[in-house]
């Protein structure tokens, strides 16, 4: 999107020139999906789809808050000192900044007046490619700009991931916030979601390009299994626990759950907890195929990770499954999975550059006659995290 679409929309809705521009990215996840509230690794990185805001200084005490995505609610309006910022409103987008706004405040942030803040996105939504947390962490770099607040990025991701918690009301995990807060550009970011350390690991592709497959097929995680698939793992690790000291399934490997697997009373159970402890023991053994530049293995491990969801962890759907077995039976393809939450949303696919159109045909007829409507592609650049324009 250019800045200068960007300024005009803000002219339009607020009849001034913006002071500043603001872009925070959307995130994809290479490996280690649904392990990050399980103790595990992730492997995410930012790209250059995202959400984009121009901003203006208001002399008292509101902030004005449109979406030219959601064009039709118009300006929202929220009163510094009121109850409004306190409370969720139904499904709204303004609930998001409203939560960093609220959360900043509680832990001692001066907000002195208000803003004018004009928002647009080009991360498809409801896509699995965290608009939220690309909303969140937007909104965090803008008011620590605006507002001349020290607060450290790590800090940052864990008010985002408050707000989804405890505002929205969505259990997830510290992933999407973290991958967006700390892109870096041509690198991944390898997290341990238990310790929160993490390492830039460069994303050396060679010939090959990340291509992102929307299902179109939208997805509201908070009221889709997501919960439910996080209370499983819970369970299964308590019931483990009564036989192996654990502190989380991120910590065990393979054979220390195929010894204790017994313990685990549930066939559903069963198949959520090997999931998350294998995905996990997947993650490492990407990153070494990466290290040695092994893309054939790393695509396999990909393919592995597609499987593992749809088999144990049950996550996938006809429309995931269309996008990823048929990615996997194109010529120039090392491997395909769905990415995110899941029953809808993205798949992601390792594709020959010179071989991405055709692949695009070849997938998107498949998907066409399958599903009976389309899907849609983009080649993913992977980008630095939030900042200013």
Known sequence: MSTQNLEN?????????????????????????????????????????????????????????????????????????????????????????????????????????????YIEGNLPDGA?????????????????????????????????????????????????????????????VLLDTNTLAYEHIPLKLGNYVIVIMNTNKRRELADSKYNEHRRECEEALAQLQTGVATPTLGALNKETFDEYAYLIQSEPLLKRARHAVFENQRVG???????????????????ASHMSLQYDFEV?????????????????????????????????????KKRVQEFEVAVGKVYQEKIGYAADFYVAEIADGPRQL
């Open 9 to 117: 929309g803000f002219k339009k809705i607020y009849h001034q020139a913006p002071a500043h521009l603001y872009f925070a990215p959307g995130r994809i996840n290479l490996i280690g999906e649904h392990t990050d509230y399980n103790g595990g690794r992730v492997f995410p990185c930012a790209i250059s789809l995202g959400t984009y805001a121009a901003v203006t200084s208001r002399a008292d005490d509101q902030f004005h808050l449109y979406s030219a995505n959601f064009a039709a609610q118009g300006v929202q309006v929220l009163t510094l000192g009121t109850t409004e910022i306190q409370t969720k409103v139904g499904n709204q987008w303004t609930n998001y900044p409203k939560g960093m706004l609220r959360y900043l405040m509680e832990a001692g942030a001066q907000i002195t007046h208000g803003l004018d803040v």
């Open 316 to 352: 996938t759907g006809k429309e995931l499954d269309t996008l990823a077995h048929t990615a996997w039976q194109q010529p120039g393809v090392l491997g395909a999975r769905m990415i995110g939450g899941g029953y809808g949303g993205c798949a992601i696919a390792l594709v020959e």
């Open 285 to 303: 053994e990407a990153i070494t195929a990466l290290k040695q530049q092994d893309l054939a293995k790393f695509g396999r491990l990909i393919n």
């Open 128 to 188: 699995g490619l965290s608009s939220s947390a690309s909303l969140e962490m937007l909104f965090g770099k803008i008011l620590a700009s605006e507002f001349g607040l020290q607060v450290d990025p790590l800090d940052m991701v864990k008010m985002g991931v408050k707000v989804e918690n405890q505002f929205i009301g969505l259990n997830s995990g510290i992933m999407d916030q973290f991958a967006v807060e700390m892109g870096k550009q041509d690198n991944a």
